[in-house]
């Protein structure tokens, strides 16, 4: 026989060999406790022994160890710690048992030899300040059956023994629902089907004075707040009304006195030209105050309107003609006319000192420069005098001050309501009212500050008159003339865009009978019709932007000129949505995270978790 050959063979057995381990190994440890009984004597001491009694199936592998999770909040101390297995004692050096900094009591025993099928483990452990003592009668109240573990338990007893003489009562149980019956001073609980995640909770009250000791600082911090319930409830609410109340009022008061423009009167209901030669992007930032992606859009279009950039739509086909991808380029035709300084920033982030700019290059890269453009806008709007300072900067101050105030208040309200909750939440409800009206006050006092941007007198004027040509704008078809607005039409698109009618917009000039403009490139053909505009078409307010024009000609000669408007308005269209989306876009990132806990509720001791591994 070859090597190969034996190779080949020793390879096929051993992933046969996998393949018929595979099933053994699916299957997961798995743990099934046929019996969980607890008994819980009370001694004359006050203290109380408990004893775990575990009738487990151990399925799907060996079991090397187990261990048990106790909440010490409701209880001093724990001692005598003792485990048996199958009726073993386990040694001293076998058990582990400490304090943890979560406030559990954790016991860790290792077996002797690793267990698996049917073993009976016994925990038994003495608890000391666990009791709870009242003038009315004092109370054995403990979680007998944890919460904390995934396997079922298909049935339990729970017994508790009082000391001679103690008559048991009232008793209930709560949790996972239980029946129990009394016989003299011993009172048994019977439960079954207990699921993984359920508790069982006893509660048993006998005569005060039975048994020495008296109430531990643990019960005495509760009853304390439980006697305080009433009056924190009703503070709370109050304190949260006054809150909810004032906060409101307050940040209403102060947009009124502080964040109103001025009064400017009555004006025209719409005006059919632009009322002055600001350019798009400042009129966009004057009547949102805020600048944006709409404003850049705008300014790219304003700026090939006025000669300074074309843009050229370029669509790939492939795969015969089944496939096709458009890419938008930007060309620098003259650089040198004058332009806003946020303009010329513009240009210098979209070009790169080159003359060609594509937008696919600019994806994932070009949102760096956004913030400084947004700048550059704010600051063109102070120098026109629209407003007293930047309107990104008094929100950025006044959403500071107001969250520097309000969230300390909440952190602290939200940290008496957690103290409160891991004493008497249910006592004290009415305690997490306070956060909760704090955060509603948040978030009016954020969309408060968020408004407070006033205009200059002037500003307030200017941004009516431009509201009137945004209604002109909204509502062209029932105002506009057709062969005016053939005419126009290039004018207005980028104000469109700056209100955000720029859809509705295209829509409307589909339908015009007009030439496409000289500034836009389909396919690599260039559109004819009238010379660029003159430089008495603009009145800027700073220098020009140095360089020569680009290499991109404007008298490249046409083959569609036969297109219209219509096919034109859709790629315009198309393009604006493109634009957006690369130039904002930035690389993705991703994560995960989650968190995991267990423990148990309610008034009485004991609970929290255990298994075995």
């Known amino acids: 026989m070859s090597i190969a050959r034996r190779f080949v063979l020793l390879f096929v057995a051993l992933v046969v060999l996998l ?60 001692e005598d710690v003792a485990v048996s297995v199958d009726g073993k004692p386990l040694d001293d ?18 077996f002797d030899e690793p267990l698996i099928g049917k073993h009976t483990i016994v925990l038994r452990y003495r608890v000391i300040g666990g009791l ?45 629902p239980a029946t129990y019956t009394v016989e003299g001073n011993t009172v048994r609980f019977e439960a079954s089907n207990i699921p993984g995640g359920q508790e069982v909770e006893v509660r048993v009250q006998f005569p005060h004075g039975i048994v020495a000791g008296e109430a531990a600082a643990w019960q005495r911090n509760e009853d304390r707040w439980r006697t305080l319930a009433p009056i924190i409830n009703v503070g709370s609410i109050v304190l949260a009304l006054l809150i909810l109340a004032g906060g409101t009022v307050l940040s209403i008061v102060w ?10 009167g009555e004006f025209a209901e719409y005006i059919t030209e632009p009322p002055d030669d600001l350019p798009p992007g400042i009129v966009g930032t004057l009547l949102d105050e805020k600048a944006d992606i709409k404003d850049v859009i705008a300014t790219i279009f304003d700026l090939a309107r006025r000669g300074i950039i074309s843009i050229e739509e370029n669509q790939t086909s492939r795969l015969g003609g089944l496939l096709t991808s458009t890419d938008v380029t930007f060309h620098l035709v003259d650089g040198s006319k004058p332009m806003y300084p946020f303009e010329q920033q513009l240009v210098r982030r979209l070009f790169k000192g080159k003359t060609i700019s594509h937008l696919s ?4 890269r070009f949102y760096k420069s956004l913030p400084s453009i947004y700048d550059a806008m704010y600051k063109e709007t102070v120098k026109q005098g629209l407003f007293p300072e930047s309107p990104q900067k008094v929100r950025s101050r006044k959403s500071t001050l107001f969250l ?8 602290i309200s939200t940290l008496l309501a957690l103290i409160g909750n891991t004493m008497m939440v249910v006592s004290m409800p ?27 007198p002037k500003g307030a004027e200017t941004a009516a008159r431009w509201r009137a040509f945004q209604r002109y704008l909204a509502n062209i078809k029932r105002y506009s003339d057709t062969a005016q607005l053939a005419q126009k039409w290039e004018d207005f698109l980028p104000y469109a865009i700056a209100f955000g009618l ?52 404007p008298q490249r000669t046409s083959e569609s000129m036969g297109r219209g408007l219509q096919s034109l308005s859709t790629s315009i269209a198309s393009m604006i949505q493109s634009s957006t989306s690369a130039l904002t876009s930035s690389p993705s990132s991703s994560g995960s995270g989650g968190f995991s806990g267990g423990g148990g509720g309610g008034g009485g001791g004991g609970g929290g978790g255990g298994g075995f591994g």
């Not at 059956?145 to 008793?171: Q, W």
């Not at 947009?255 to 400017?264: H, I, S």
């Not at 009415?430 to 955060?439: G, K, S």
């Open 430 to 456: 009415a305690l997490f009212c306070i956060p909760a009206a704090l955060f509603f006050t948040l978030i009016v006092g954020a969309f408060a500050s968020s408004n407070i941007v006033r205009k200059t």
């Open 361 to 364: 290059t600019l994806r994932n």
């Open 19 to 78: 393949l018929m381990g595979t099933p053994a190994h699916a299957q997961s440890k798995s743990v099934i406790w046929e019996r969980f009984d607890v008994d819980i004597e009370v001694l004359p001491s006050g203290d109380f022994i408990v004893t775990e009694t575990n009738v487990v199936w151990f399925q799907n592998g060996t079991f090397t160890y187990g261990y048990r999770d106790i909440p010490t909040n409701r209880l001093e101390s724990i």
């Open 255 to 264: 947009w009124y006195t502080k964040g109103r423009d001025p009064e400017v």
């Open 404 to 411: 520097a105030i309000t969230f300390p208040a909440m952190m």
């Open 93 to 110: 050096f076998d058990i582990d048992a400490l304090y943890t900094d979560s406030n559990n009591f954790h016991i860790e025993y290792h």
């Open 132 to 176: 709870r003592y009242y003038e009315e009668g004092d109370q054995l109240w403990w979680k007998a059956v944890y919460s904390d573990r995934k396997a079922p338990m298909l049935e339990s007893r729970i017994t508790v023994r009082l000391p001679a003489g103690a008559t048991p009562g009232p008793i209930a149980s709560y949790g996972h």
């Open 502 to 553: 720029d859809k509705q917009f295209l829509r409307h000039i589909a339908t015009l009978d007009a030439p496409p403009p000289r500034w836009w490139v389909a396919h690599g053909h260039h559109h004819h019709r009238h010379d660029w505009g003159t430089e008495s078409d603009f009145s800027p307010a700073d220098s020009s932007l140095g360089g020569s024009p680009g290499s991109f000609s």
